[in-house]
């Protein structure tokens, strides 16, 4: 996983609640053995007609967002199913942040595992956020994980919360599973003592 | 004495293998599920990485999101489809992992075989890259949903890094009204809780009117947990969930059986054990649910209206009606009745257990399907077809007119060939009517499979309960 500790790009709006990751990746995308090359996908019914032709005018395909690494978002973004194929569509097309009043549990954690961090943010801050990415491609953001804050293209600055161990994680793309491997002695101490007390899921 | 617990808590206290100073916990998991479509690049990344699969015996396998419900003998057209149920089947065979195939009857959807076979017990932790795991939560099992990092987490570890969710307990008192079904009850709590009214909650369902569920009924609601944003949904177990458990191929044997049934015993939240946040319904108040949106928190009572955007004071919330509306080809104001349908999708892990067949049948004796409209049901597993056939179902099916299938996940998610045409209107048991779910441009109206049924009678939205 690719490390993120400070980021200064083009932030795009997309104000609408509820995105699920239907929307963000359907379901004919799921198809592949890869995790990789996703960003064909990426909202595709909002970008592309029946045929297969360009719709115009979504956000990420206006020529100042083309280069957007930030969404900001509307509320309960990533909600529905669990699929991973979503921030891998969306790493794929360079989105490495995402600021919103709130994300769906699983997306918010599939985010963390791809190096892509996920911000949640109260409502009139995000509104704000949402009105500076309106400006095109001056919409420019810069996000300073070590100091949890983000500043504004006219140099305001916004403080933000995570989660100590999973920011730990992101600034140092540290591999969850090596970490975890780490602690197989206590794995084994607990499946010894499981097999003990609930023999019957032994097997 | 020791402060009282929740169910929740119980299990997830039992599970913790290490715990770090900021609360963040390695939990055991001690059950796996596994699908074609979120597990891929999980064997990838474990077979990039040189490491192996720790507990092969407490995963299980099966092909169900790609697989085709009609005519099975010419295997899988679509080359895609094909390739990752391959690959899935040559993982489970390098990696020793039992792996139920099309051929196989145990086949079927992962949500309905994992409780069919034993697989889903109490106490448990179950996981799979599938956001309705949370159904198993009806046998009082911490059951959800991970995407593919963590399938490979736990492939290579049992374990998973997670925080302690929040408790919340949901109670429907009294008794529900003959023709409103658990599927009613869980629309109505979505309605009521809103899409992501349960975020970074557990919930526990209680009360009467889910103590009187099947466990067929307990897995409809806990399935849709998800759908509020839940990350679990649980029910206490109790008689009901020892009877369904007992004898299945992979339940306790005797000499076990008495020893878990004692622990499981102990499971249900204790007297006076506190929940972050409480919700009360009534069953009384709930009426057979449609929903009329795109969201599965857009649901209104079969005698309802649809409503009108220009009566929601909140912005966003409005323009997501309107766009919804769009989306559905309906207005605003017009009587959810007179909503006419081409289609009827009765299956899914939501609703393609026997029970559910068993309900559409009772209804369908004498009956016929209206012109025009297409009605499949897809059973939920090749047992449950089997069943359902043993009984005599099929034959009632087909003499009503209804295209009776192979089992599969099929019309929920439109990844095989059964997919609805753009415009084209479904009334379906299964749990999401998002935009583009059962095909581009498709427009989906849940319902319980009783309505599914009043519907495809109907060739409208209708109410199951003038069937009679
Ligand atoms: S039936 Fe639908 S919701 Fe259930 S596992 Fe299959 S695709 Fe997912």
New interface residues.
Partial sequence: MDKFTTLRGVAAPL????V?T??II???F??????TGLSKGLFY?MRFD?DGKPKEGFVLDQPAYKNAQILVA???FG??????HA?WALLDAGIRCIVST?F???FY??CF??GILPIVLPKAQVDMLMDDAGRGANAILSIDLKDQVITGPDGGTISFEV???RKHCLLNGLD??G???E??D??DD??AK?NHS????A? | MSKPRTLFDKIWDTHVVSRQDDGTCLIYIDRHLIHEVTSPQAFEGLRLSGRKVRRPGAALAVADHNVPTSDRSRGIDDEESRIQVETLERNCAEYGIEYYGMDDVRQGIVHIIGPEQGFTLPGMTIVCGDSHTSTHGAFGALAFGIGTSEVEHVLATQTLIQKPAKNMRITVEGQAHAGVTAKDLVLAIIAKLGTAGGTGHVVEYAGEAIQALSMEGRMTVCNMSIEAGARAGLIAPDETTFDYVQGRPMAPKAGQWETALAYWKTLPSDPGATYDTEVTLNAADIEPQVTWGTSPEDVAPISGHVPNPANVSDEGKRDAMRRSLDYMGLSAGMAVQDIKIDTVFIGSCTNGRIEDLRQVAALAKGRQVAPGVHAMIVPGSGLVKNQAEEEGLDKIFKAAGFDWREPGCSMCLAMNADKLAPGERCASTSNRNFEGRQGRGGRTHLVSPGMATAAAFAGRLADVRDLG
């Fill in positions: 104000p609408m609640v509820n699920d239907d929307k359907p379901k004919q799921l198809k592949t053995i890869a995790r019914e029946e509307g509320d309960n909600c529905g199913s669990s699929r991973e921030p709130g769906a549990d699983i954690n599939n595992k791809n989660d100590p161990f969850d599973i970490l975890t491997l602690k197989a206590k794995i607990y499946e499981q609930q023999p019957w899921l097997g």
